[in-house]
Structures are given as C-alpha cells and as structure tokens.
C-alpha cells in the first residue's frame, strides 16, 4: 500500500529553522522522485521543492531557493525538507507527494499520492 506520512511542522518564530520528513512506504525512492508542496489559506498549492529519482537531483521554486534544502535517506525510504530563514509568508499547511507524470515538477496533477500535510506556522 502506498503511502506517504509528512512529520516536522510546528510553530517558529521569524529567522527561525524547521525540518520536515516525509515517510514512503509501499514503494522506493529510487523509482519515483518526490515534491513538496504548501498552500497557505485561499491560496492555490503551489510546488516548493523536488527531488529526482535515481540521481537525487534538487529543484527550488524561487521563493525558497539559498533557505530550504531538499535531501532523502534511502535506507529509511524518506525525503526532508530543511527550512531555514523561515519567513511569515512560508507559513503554510506542507504537503509531499510521489510523481508519476513529468510534465512540470510544480504541477500538482504530475502527481499521485499525497500525505496528510503538516502545519508550518511562523510567527512571532
């Protein structure tokens, strides 16, 4: 059974950091690459970050490229999202979720399964 169980999120003040984790089961990360995704209330889900199957390979949207840092552990069949420089605007519910269409890796219908999501809250 495919799933995907997203951990980490909290409250943080301004300039504050944050780590979330994403746990696959029922399929390896070396066969599909994963997204995270946020939307914030009345606001569209929009692609944060990605990771390439195989090589790994790492793609920021531009609102968080130099401040969040995407990475996986394969023995643990998990993918993290380090945030750091967190600013009120990244405040937000955080999605990850397996790709299975390449059309546009910030394109929420390239994907299949989604997590819960996890609540990222800055603020002071």
């Known amino acids: 059974q495919v799933q995907l169980v997203e951990s980490g999120g909290g409250l943080v003040q301004p300039g504050g950091s944050l780590r979330l984790s994403c746990a696959a089961s029922?399929?390896?990360?070396?066969?599909?690459?994963i997204g995270w995704f946020r939307q914030a209330p009345g606001k569209e889900r929009e692609g944060v970050s990605y990771?390439?199957?195989?090589?790994?390979?790492?793609y920021y949207a531009d609102s968080v490229k130099d401040r969040f840092t995407i990475s996986r552990d394969n023995a643990k069949n998990t993918v993290y999202l380090q945030m750091n420089s967190l600013k009120a605007e990244d405040t937000a519910v955080y999605y990850c979720?397996?790709?299975?269409?390449?059309?546009?890796?910030?394109?929420?219908?390239?994907?299949?399964?989604w997590g819960q999501g996890t609540q990222v809250t800055v603020s002071s």
């Open positions: 990771i390439t199957r195989n090589l790994g390979s790492p």
């Open positions: 979720a397996r790709r299975t269409k390449f059309t546009n890796w910030k394109s929420p219908s390239d994907y299949d399964r």
């Open positions: 029922g399929f390896s990360l070396d066969s599909h690459g």
